[in-house]
T-cell receptor, first 113, second 114 residues
């Protein structure tokens, strides 16, 4: 099973709202990632968790707050977003290490109004 | 920083044609990955390559890890309409290859020839 699930599929939120994106995997992977993807561009790395600890933060604004409550779950908490934050948000997982393939979820299409 | 040059940027296919695309880099990678992404969906892993010179197939898809470790190509044989989409190459760096150092190419968009 190489499935990563993400909820919700679509999300529309105002700039004053607080919302969360959720990601789940049951492949036993101990590394999980958040990516942001704008239209016609490749995914851009936001955060990396390794063994449930944040290991990489690619200078992401604090209005994005990741959380890894256990080895299967990854959340991205959103607060006071801007319209330019509208994008496809992708979760991925892999084994820990520098050489392992990453498996992506279907993404959450976020629109900030 | 490390960058991948993926070409072509776009191409039109007619059913039954073979398709080729490639990625090159000025840096060495120790793993090459090829993904396909449909509109509004996440990238789906097609092929993973781990050794220089490695040639790997997945159905009608064949990919190779260049012997210099700086390039990779993907071939699709006998294309069908469902092959349309965006194909991304991605490399995992050898140096500074900390967790998550996945470098993406800009993608090759396959469309059906009108």
């Amino acid at each position: 099973d190489t499935e990563v699930t993400q909820t919700p599929k679509h999300l529309v939120m105002g700039m004053t709202n607080k919302k969360s994106l959720k990601c789940e995997q049951h492949m036993g992977h101990r590394a999980m990632y958040w990516y942001k993807q704008k239209a016609k561009k490749p995914p851009e790395l936001m955060f990396v968790y390794s063994y449930e600890k944040l290991s990489i933060n690619e200078s992401v604004p604090s209005r994005f707050s990741p959380e890894c409550p256990n080895s299967s779950l990854l959340n991205l908490h959103l607060h006071a977003l801007q319209p330019e934050d509208s994008a496809l948000y992708l979760c991925a997982s892999s084994q820990v290490g520098a050489s392992y393939e990453q498996y992506f979820g279907p993404g959450t299409r976020l629109t900030v109004t | 920083g490390q960058q991948l040059n993926q070409s072509p940027q776009s191409m039109f296919i007619q059913e039954g044609e073979d398709v080729s695309m490639n990625c090159t880099s000025s840096s060495i990678f120790n793993t090459w990955l090829w993904y396909k992404q449909d509109p509004g969906e996440g990238p789906v892993l097609l092929i993973a390559l781990y050794k220089a010179g490695e040639l790997t197939s997945n159905g009608r898809l064949t990919a190779q890890f260049g012997i210099t470790r700086k390039d990779s190509f993907l071939n699709i044989s006998a294309s069908i309409p469902s092959d349309v989409g965006i194909y991304f190459c991605a490399g995992l760096g050898l140096y500074g290859g900390s967790q998550g150092n996945l470098i993406f190419g800009k993608g090759t968009k396959l469309s059906v020839k009108p």
